[in-house]
């Protein structure tokens, strides 16, 4: 089972194979990464991992601290510079360029797929000078030149859905965490992107607020959103993934459904990272 | 309370020393304050061209200290370097003295906010750098990952939050400014101090018009500061208020 990531048949499964995903017949993947490989320096962070997913589809990344999930997924929207590796999402297809040979019409694919890959953040980065409202429609209106009230209408409709649209004109610094984390949702929604990255949103979270940023993460999942998450939820995971990769030391070693990959893991990596969970878990 | 009462006896007691030990001359002084006063538009003057010239400079100076082009960088780093290197009334001097030796013979009002502007834009390059450093990376990481060019990122999202890091320091340097501007006596603007020394000198009675010329400026730097706190609360305020109204 060692090192998956370049074996194409094993993560390019298609879903409609597996119970419980509804695929339309011929659907292309919504988002393909091929052999995505970083160097920090002398470090090898990213050894070439390969990732397929269909739309609707909900995908979790699991893996110790450092194993290098967070590198892959900012690796997606190009937030790192891979060294090596191709991303496609949406049909735009963008290469790594390590030395800087690619132009300008470069760094044009990287805005599509970032427009196309919402992304949110583990400290939420939202903008502090701006209301919930004016975070939400800001991208929409200069990036992707969306009239004001197209925009506005838009980010009501996905504040509704986070609970939060009674705070649309509240500046960030009068929320808490969690609802902090939900207008990031919001924002990322409000570009109606194509697949939504989370990188480990409950991290920075007090315990008590991780409850209801899950459960908005569990409704767009239920929904048939395509989503990829970096997360140390077990119990989301195991709820709400379709499929779980297992990342260890920068590549994938154990790609299946949850019943499979967290129950039943059959590599060894994945066996010892899980058993440690269930003492923990079992203490609780 | 004691504050106050501490501050208004020790304001007595220059009063006291200036009317009782000196030869007060009520006549002298009622002839030289509205001479020395009228100083104050060219000192103001002065002051807010400079500032002015002084934010555009550091604005374009903090982009070229961050930009990744080499030589731009290399050009910003050489003015803040050697502006913030030579002492400013030698800056003055030569926009007053020297350049007139390469043919170049600017009126003493266009020196001093030359010579003002340049040196202020220097320091506040840093000041404005250090701002832009300010706003956190995951500011720019958001923006990126919602698709903002680098430009519309800066403008929309990193410039804004910057600006409100360096406004306070804009107000502080204008207030040093305001008495900087002094230095330009030396090449004959008639500002403050050259009115209060040229009509002190006449009559020998530097002592007064002196003492005149820093009441005004000790004025102009209360008042200025008090405006620059406003401003500054009003910022502060316009987000409480702003957060209130949702």
Partial sequence: ???????????????????????????????????????????????????TVWPGETVCILGRSGS???????????????????????????????FHKEGSERQDRIRE?????????QEFNLFPHLSVIENCVEAPIHVKGIPRKEAEAIAEKYLAKVGLLEKRDEYPSRLSGGQRQRVAIARALTMQPKVLLFDEPTSALD?????????????????GRTMIVVTHEMDFAHEAADRVYYMDQGEFAEVGPPEQVIDAPKDPRTKEFLSRFRTLGAKK | MRFRLGWAALLGLLAAFVFLSLNVEIDFIARA??????????????????IVLATLLAAIGALGRLSSNAVVNALASFYVS????????LQLLVWYLAL??????????????????????????EIFRAGIQAVPLGQREAAAALGMSGSTAFRRIIAPQAFRIIVPAIGNDFVAMLKDSA???????????????????????????????????????????????RIESRLAAGDRNKAVKG
């Avoid at chain 1, 879903?15 to 920090?40: D, M, R, S, Y």
């Avoid at chain 1, 590198?71 to 190009?78: G, V």
């Avoid at chain 1, 797929?113 to 953040?121: D, I």
């Avoid at chain 2, 050697?82 to 009334?89: E, V």
């Fill in chain 1, 207 to 223: 315990p008590t607020l991780v409850g209801e940023v899950l459960k908005v993460m569990a409704d767009l999942a239920h929904e």
């Fill in chain 1, 68 to 98: 290098g999930k967070s590198t892959f997924l900012r690796s997606l929207n190009f937030l790192e510079d891979p060294t090596d590796g191709t991303v496609e999402i949406d049909g735009v297809i963008v290469g790594a360029d390590p």
């Fill in chain 1, 113 to 121: 797929v970032r427009m196309r890959a919402g992304m949110v953040f």
């Fill in chain 2, 33 to 50: 304050t509205p001479f020395i006063v009228e100083g104050i538009w060219i000192t103001l003057a002065v002051s807010s061209a400079s």
């Fill in chain 2, 100 to 125: 007139p030796q390469v043919g170049i013979i600017l009126d003493p009002i266009f020196c001093a906010i030359g010579a003002l502007g340049m040196n202020y834009g220097a320091y506040m390059t």
């Fill in chain 1, 1 to 51: 089972m060692k090192n998956l990531s370049t074996t194409p048949v094993v993560h390019a499964i298609h879903p409609a194979e597996k119970p419980g995903i509804l695929v339309k017949p011929g659907a292309e993947p919504v988002l393909k990464a091929t052999n995505v490989t970083k160097w920090f320096g002398e470090n090898h962070v990213l050894r070439g991992a390969s990732i």
């Fill in chain 2, 183 to 229: 230095l330009a006596s030396t090449v004959a603007l008639h500002e403050i101090v050259w009115r209060a020394r040229n009509i002190g000198q006449k009559e020998f009675k530097t002592l007064q018009t002196f003492i005149i010329a820093a009441m005004i400026y000790w004025t102009l730097t209360i008042v200025f500061t008090a405006v620059q706190n």
């Fill in chain 2, 82 to 89: 050697f502006f913030r290197g030579t002492p400013l009334i």
